[in-house]
């Protein structure tokens, strides 16, 4: 094997859905899939009929296209960001959209595209566990900052950024990476005056780092929002975000997992790079899938639908925030979310969650199962890392399992807390 | 960007590409696409119905798999390859199968699993030129061996061996791959004999080497075979192949290029290694796809389908053979296909084909276009590159345009050769 084969580790997520295989009247609050019954069945028979019925649809659809995605597909995209920026359209543009096999394809690509072996990337502190997977099989080092519910601790990240510059390493640095919106796995959604200011920072010391220190916004969860909060405008939209801004977006999440089909609006150096790295790693993603959501995008039944399930998981999250608030012990801290498919429970301190806990194995035996936060942290050596923590999930259980699984899962805390 | 993103070129095919579509009276003999008037729009549509007809087989379509695939499709296509080798069962169980984006991302990810950076891996001279833009961006070196109408000259590939033995860098290859059925770009097939003797050879060597050799199989065409030979069984059929065979297929060009799945059959500790790294490319191939092409094997819809295409590149192929025979000079060397979607020809060894050549510049301006056969050829310094050969493509052109591009492309030549 060669070294990044051997350091690609055991995805810690296929055990627990392994785990939860094996169980079958375990309750999974783990996995991080979408709700079962909201999966646009008929909206999807309908799009491919209309589509396939008539060669002249039909054929493109079950053709090769370009690497760089479906044309009709990238304006679409631009558009809709667009609109969801509130017509702010100063970087989105068609040209600089890059349609993936999921947004996960985006962040592998770009890691692939920005970074050698030992350089680092900042991450939040926790952060999106496979994301972190990633840099450990490239052999990149993560450094975590410090997150609050509306976005990174921007003293932290100043003051990581200066310690780097000072020991020399800030050549190593490449880019932050932040979860924007509904973060996996606290749901904290950065605010937009805090993406001002992490661009103004990154700037300010790229200079001393000698290359352009670039801003992975990951908005997976963007449209996943329950509560009725504004949108929160993108990087993109920020002053100088058109040359150092990587969005990573995807329509898996919000139309329907099986269909996976991501994006990414990249600047220059990076679109390019990236693009060609799509043509090794595969020549461009299926134009079937492509097709679908080009149709469901331009016939606004996407929208339709977002808007259900919309409705749909703000219905589970406070089914879920109910049974927290009676179950849970009153001292373990429960995170706000306003959309996503997350709730994140800080217990105190001294109690650990992690796979090999006491909780965890209590909970594991009265059938239900949670992400252990531990997961969700950095191999940072410049801090402990973090186990008191657990991801919830009401993305995939259905009401009664939510009601049901909180209510395991307190009567375990309880014992422990 | 990194050292990665540096290497990786821009593909020769979207240059190629590019051009075919500024020129709107082109006739495009140079792209690999398949046949646009047979792709099965009436099956696709009846399948994606009955799938999405009912929540039960519908949602699943719709929701995130497992990362080495469905299983009901890692099944089917245990036993399609069972059936393929006339029966032959020792290296086809379904745990083996492994699930990807096109056979394109196996090899991508099978590179990245095996090979480290200054590795080698030993190739057909000619071969596909998109592993070898892999190869390049990956920092691996390729070594050419000599490529027969039936296999790898297997006297060179020994010859190789031992000179990297006495070198010093037979520790450094990794892997040999070969293209085994209707070859891109010669249409050469890798005899049964062969690929026991090659397999042998790799085994000899292997205690020098210090590791496994393995021989990457490559069989992305074998279904599109027209002429009436009977199937060559796979290396998976022979003795010792269980533990060294890297099996590459796809459902992508006997189905339809724009549901993109390939699989993979992959002996351990590799098949582990490299499913851990699709977790992170992207946790598993879209469901929708995996489902479709689960439901054509299933049903012998994708078998009827096989049938039709083949007869369709039978009658194209014939059409291209009766057109090269009549308007190519007599000294122009035509390779023989029995399937795939090439064929190979060969100049007088003082004419070059190449991009900037007289040739290539006379077909464009007759609005021909083929592939130079210098793009296939490794960037191996124990040789001169090769370039007077051109791969001329029947696979997506229709009848009257495969007429009149190989008249073209005579007059072309008759003026050179």
């Known amino acids: 094997m060669s070294a990044l084969g051997r350091r690609t580790a055991p995805p810690a997520i296929s055990w627990l859905m392994k785990t939860a295989l094996s169980r079958p009247k375990l309750i999974s609050l783990a996995a991080g899939f979408t709700d079962n019954a909201t999966l646009p069945t008929k909206i999807s028979r ?5 589509i396939l019925l008539s060669p ?10 370009i690497s760089a995605g479906e044309n009709t597909l990238r304006e679409l995209t631009a558009t809709h960001l667009q609109k969801l ?17 999921g947004s996960q394809q985006l962040l592998y690509m770009t890691l692939e595209a920005l970074c050698d072996e030992g350089d680092i990337v900042l991450v939040e502190d926790p952060t999106y566990f496979v994301f972190l997977s990633i840099l450990q099989s490239r052999n990149i080092k993560a450094r975590g900052v410090k997150l609050e519910p509306d976005g990174v601790d921007l003293t932290h990240l100043e003051k990581i950024l200066t310690q780097l510059q000072k020991s020399g ?13 509904f973060q996996n796995p606290t749901g904290a959604t950065t605010s937009l005056t805090k993406k001002h200011a992490v661009l103004k920072l990154l700037k300010k010391f790229e200079r001393a780092a000698g290359h352009p ?11 996943l929002r329950f509560d009725h909060g504004e949108d929160v405008p993108t990087a993109l939209t920020l002053p100088g975000a058109r040359e150092r801004v990587i969005y990573a977006g995807t329509y898996s999440k919000p139309f329907a997992t099986g269909v996976r089909v991501g994006f990414g609006i990249l600047p220059e150096p990076v679109y390019t790079t990236v693009l060609r790295i799509k043509g090794n790693h595969d020549f461009g993603t299926a134009n079937l899938l492509q097709h679908l959501l080009a149709r469901a995008l331009a016939t606004k039944l996407y929208d339709r639908h977002v808007a259900i399930i919309r409705k749909n998981y703000a219905r589970k999250a406070r089914l879920m925030q109910l049974a927290l608030a009676k179950h849970f012990p009153a001292n373990v801290e429960i995170w706000e979310a306003g959309g996503g498919l997350y709730f ?18 209590a909970a594991l035996k009265a059938d239900v199962l949670y992400v252990p936060g531990e997961i969700c942290y950095a191999d940072d ?25 909180i209510k395991r899962l307190g009567v375990v805390l309880k014992k422990f807390v």
Chains 1, 2 share one sequence.
């Open 46 to 50: 309908q799009l491919l009929n209309e």
């Open 56 to 65: 002249k649809t039909g054929r493109p659809a079950l053709q090769y296209g």
């Open 85 to 101: 920026d509130g017509g702010h359209d100063r970087a989105h543009s068609p040209e600089r959209v890059l349609i993936t096999g």
């Open 169 to 181: 390493e800030l050549r190593r640095v490449k880019a932050l990476y932040l979860v924007t919106y």
């Open 213 to 223: 220190l670039y801003f992975i916004e990951d908005a997976a969860y963007r449209e």
């Open 344 to 361: 994140w429970a800080r217990l105190p301190k001294e109690i650990s969650t992690g796979m090999k806990s006491k909780v965890f194995q």
């Open 381 to 405: 050596s410049t801090r402990a890392k973090p186990d008191c923590e657990m991801r919830i999930s009401f993305g995939s259980a259905n009401e009664e399992n939510i009601r049901e699984g």
